[in-house]
């Protein structure tokens, strides 16, 4: 049971991360604004604001690979058939897997140069390698994250749902609930109608 949980919450420990790294930035700043109403403004909240929500993007990035569902061009390998579709992406994959190791290696580099050479924030006198150790971090785990979907997706043959295709299936049974005179059910049936079209096209 204990295993289970730790696997399950490695598998999303980014979401995790995501979500208090999100309610953290936006709380910091709601009580710049609220502070500023009463003439006394923090000098350090929008620094780690900005810092925070550049660490919510990296690690956002790692969790929307591990769901497969970072935009990619795939219109063209869908008339394709499967083997030769499946393989495309594979070599897709395999050069993004190298890109990201190479900007891991490349941001460790710069961490190592900001070491040895300091260079400080200028509200909290923080040295920017601890907070830049994000990047190489982050391409690292998304180089994983790419080889353990593909390995989900091929070699296991587990589906990995699209969540933006969830999201459509879930407004259309939401549209199938709906009563017909309901005004609130006007922008998911306008939501699916829209949908549907562009799965046409």
Known sequence: ????????????????????????????????????????????SEEVARYSFLWFIMFGACYATRLSALNRVTLHISYMPTWLANTL?????????????????????????????????PGLDWNLAYIYMVFPFCFLLMAIRVVQVDICKYILKWEIIDPDKASVEES??????????DPACEDVRRYTECSAEEEKK
């Open 1 to 44: 049971m204990l295993k289970k949980a730790f696997i399950a919450f490695m598998d999303h420990f980014e979401g995790y991360i995501c979500q208090i790294l999100l309610v953290f930035f936006v709380t910091i700043l709601m009580i710049q604004i609220i502070l500023r109403w009463f003439g006394m403004p923090l000098t350090w």
């Open 89 to 121: 992406l594979i070599i897709g994959d395999a050069f993004w897997f190298v890109f990201n190791l190479a900007m891991a290696w490349y941001g460790y580099l710069s961490i190592v140069e900001l070491l040895e050479l300091p260079y400080y924030t």
């Open 172 to 181: 259309k049974r939401a549209l199938m609930d709906c009563p017909e005179d």
